[in-house]
């Protein structure tokens, strides 16, 4: 079956860039996501990249993806306080529905 | 819009008892379906529906059911709760190949 997995915790200093990486095993996945959840909230859709891209720039996100090593990353430029929450990587082949990594609490110290 | 909506945000139930989770949504979205959030584990499938009458299975559906009567709603219900389904429940729905899936703000449900 499909899986997707990241790691739980990334701590970073306000103004430095953030990195959070994630692995997934379906080599047929077509579209690959980044959520983020404030406390208390739902997922919030940041910003997403097609399979057939390497990287996708949206303002301070930039998502790079190495589909050969079933790799995708999030940067964050200039990491704000605002930033943090849980990020999670997810994917989608066809019609199936979404299948979620467990999340990365990213936290910014000021 | 008011998007995806549900209903209760909050709930505590006793094991046993029986309750449906409600999920709306005014975008006339074919797709829709259900996850549950636990610590550590992400979201995980419960049901998930491409149209109309027409639902199917997720990866963690024991103890639940779906029904798809109308786009609109597409409700969760616990026939005989227990306490491995204290979770956050999130509703979630999107056009078939749209890449946003759009999601509502949650249930909290604890069952005791």
């Known amino acids: 079956g499909e899986d997707v997995e990241q790691s739980l915790f990334l701590s970073v200093r306000e103004g430095d860039s953030s990195v959070i990486n994630c692995t997934y095993t379906?080599?047929?996945?077509?579209?690959l996501y980044w959520y983020k959840q404030e406390p208390g909230a739902g997922l919030q859709l940041l910003t997403y990249?097609?399979?057939?891209?390497d990287m996708k720039q949206d303002q301070r996100l930039t998502v790079l993806l190495n589909k050969k090593d079933k790799h995708l990353s999030l940067r964050i430029a200039d990491t704000q306080t605002g930033d943090s929450a849980i990020y999670f990587c997810?994917?989608?082949?066809?019609?199936?529905?979404?299948?979620f990594g467990s999340g990365t609490r990213l936290q910014v110290q000021p | 819009n008011a998007g995806v909506t549900q209903t209760p945000k909050f709930q505590v139930l006793k094991t046993g008892q029986s309750m449906t989770l409600q999920c709306a949504q005014d975008?006339?979205?074919?797709?829709m379906s259900w996850y549950r959030q636990d610590p550590g584990m992400g979201l995980r499938l419960i049901h998930y529906?491409?149209?109309?009458?027409?639902?199917d299975q997720g990866e963690v559906p024991n103890g639940y059911n779906v029904s798809r009567s109308t786009t609109e709603d597409f409700p969760l219900r616990l026939l005989s709760a227990a306490p491995s389904q204290t979770s956050v429940y999130f509703c979630?729905?999107?056009?078939?190949?749209?890449?946003?899936?759009?999601f509502g703000p949650g249930t909290r449900l604890t069952v005791l």
């Open positions: 979630a729905s999107s056009y078939p190949q749209n890449n946003e899936q759009f």
């Open positions: 379906d080599s047929s996945s077509t579209y």
């Open positions: 990249i097609f399979s057939n891209m």
């Open positions: 997810a994917e989608r082949a066809g019609r199936r529905a979404l299948t």
């Open positions: 975008m006339n979205h074919e797709y």
């Open positions: 529906s491409v149209g109309a009458g027409i639902t």
